[in-house]
């Protein structure tokens, strides 16, 4: 069975920290992986990947993608208040039977 | 440029009642994908529509059907609610074969 799972399921940090969070996935035909960030109710994108080994950089945050090892992780680097939110990953297939399933987040709280 | 709206923000109904919830994609966009999440779950795939067809469904009851209309505007409709429906539904949608979901902000539907 196809399965996205994300771990740690929360995480509470300090301002500053870095913090990395995983995502591995089993799925057949494997087509990309997306990273969402959810904060009230609409997620908003961030990343998508589909090749192994090439980061994906947008300030503070940045993502790798394993295809080998079949998971991606999300960096984030200097964290504040503002990042705090579920992050959720999102792999997609060719095989027709969905186009993208889900992980159940993590959810990341940062104090000040 | 709009984004992907939803309509109504809230919704509130009683067992064995019916709901309709709305989604207009971004233009542009041809796909439609209607997503469930309730408290404490991840995303949930129900449907996914393209080009006015029903391409997937997830592993839902016939009661939670829909359909997309020519302007590709798609509605969702929950037959003979139940408590266990109470949940954010999010519609996303892309462009046909592209791979970024955009999401709305959500349809909040309370079932008591």
């Known amino acids: 069975e196809d399965k996205v799972v994300q771990s740690p399921l929360s995480l509470v940090v300090h301002e500053g920290d870095t913090v990395t969070l995983n995502c591995s996935y089993e799925v057949t035909n494997f087509r990309s992986l997306l990273w969402y960030k959810q904060e009230k109710k609409a997620p908003t994108f961030l990343f998508m990947l589909t090749s192994s080994g090439i980061e994906k950089k947008s300030g503070r945050l940045s993502s790798i993608l394993d295809k080998k090892e079949l998971f991606s992780i999300l960096n984030i680097t200097a964290t504040q208040t503002g990042d705090s939110a579920v992050y959720l990953c999102a792999v997609g297939s060719t095989s027709g039977t969905y186009k993208y399933i889900f992980g159940t987040g993590t959810r990341l709280k940062v104090l000040a | 440029e709009a984004g992907v709206t939803q309509s109504p923000t809230h919704l509130i109904k009683t067992r064995g009642q019916q709901a309709t919830l709305r989604c207009s994609p971004i233009s542009g966009h041809t796909s439609v994908y209607w997503y469930q999440q309730a408290l404490g779950l991840g995303l949930q795939f129900l449907l996914w529509y393209d080009e006015g067809e029903e391409r997937n469904r997830g592993n839902f009851p016939p009661r939670f059907s829909g359909r997309q209309f020519p302007n590709y505007s798609s509605e969702l409709n929950v037959n003979a609610l139940e408590l266990e429906d109470s949940a954010l539904y999010l519609c996303?949608?892309?462009?046909?074969?592209?791979?970024?979901?955009?999401f709305g902000a959500g349809s909040r539907l309370t079932v008591l």
């Open positions: 996303a949608s892309s462009q046909s074969g592209a791979n970024v979901l955009t």
